[in-house]
């Protein structure tokens, strides 16, 4: 088991509970995240959530399209089995336990989501061979959109928004834990791409209309369409 997944399934317990103190507005970037898919709310739309976690981000996609076929990806089976909780009893959503490197996605996917999950992909060209198979699952028509930590366009802006970070978490979260503990591990564990080559990567790799749907400082709500037309 490698250091993530073990965070996370030592972790699942509290998730839900610690991600509000550390996340900056995290209900509004998910509201941003679910509210920008562009469908008629009664359609079975397919979709797919990488890095489902607790099953946040599934339940808003159920919630606001209650005939979803939700497949729910993540790696650490205890965040999978807290999702099996939170989605007790809807329908249409079943629950994958692998890593992204080894998910084999159904074809045909309307939308594809994922918050807070991919900037665990190690290198840019990881990120960008990934992003290219969600583009391959998708019908034509879908959607991918992300929601997730980034990095600022030039040192200057992302000192100001590392500040902005801290300063939120203090809010709830002493210095010390957060010096001690959260900062060592998103400098360990966390591998943020630069939201501008990002927006670039997705452009190359053929999505259509590419757009920062919300952002505050270090977290983004990001992504594409593939155009009509193509497979
Ligand atoms: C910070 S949590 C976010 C969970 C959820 N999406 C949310 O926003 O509440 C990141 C999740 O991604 C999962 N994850 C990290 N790396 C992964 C990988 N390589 N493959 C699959 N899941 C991964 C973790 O197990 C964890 O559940």
């Given amino acids: 088991m490698d250091r993530i997944q073990r965070h996370f399934e030592e972790e699942a317990d509290e ?11 995290y209900p509004e970037m998910l509201e941003a995240l679910v509210s920008t898919l562009p469908f008629e709310a009664s359609r079975p739309i397919r979709v797919t959530d990488l890095g489902c976690g607790t ?8 919630a606001a399209f209650p005939n979803a076929l939700v497949t729910c990806v993540d790696i650490a089976a205890n965040m999978l089995e807290m999702a099996k909780k939170k989605l007790a009893g809807e329908p249409g959503v ?3 336990q692998a890593g992204f490197n080894h998910f084999d996605f159904d074809a045909g996917q309307d939308a594809v989501v994922s ?14 061979d990934f992003y290219r198979k969600i583009h391959d699952s998708l019908a034509p028509g879908g ?16 000192k100001t ?11 709830s979260v002493s210095r010390d834990e957060i010096e001690g503990k959260w900062l060592p591990k998103y400098y360990e564990e966390d591998r943020p791409a630069r939201l501008k080559d990002q927006l670039k990567w997705l452009e190359e ?20 369409s593939k155009p009509e037309g193509r497979n």
């Fill in 55 to 62: 099953g946040t981000v599934a339940a808003r996609v159920k």
């Fill in 161 to 171: 928004a590392m500040e902005k970070w801290k300063a939120f978490m203090l809010k």
């Fill in 115 to 128: 918050s807070l999950a991919l900037h665990h992909l190690v290198s840019d060209g990881d990120k960008r």
């Fill in 15 to 25: 998730f839900d509970g610690i991600i509000l103190r550390l996340i900056p507005y």
């Fill in 205 to 224: 790799i053929g999505f259509a209309d590419v757009d920062v749907i919300w952002k505050t400082y270090n977290y983004a709500v990001y992504g594409g």
């Fill in 143 to 158: 959607v991918f959109y992300n929601a997730d930590v980034v990095l600022a366009a030039n040192d200057g802006l992302q």
């Fill in 94 to 96: 079943r629950f994958v």
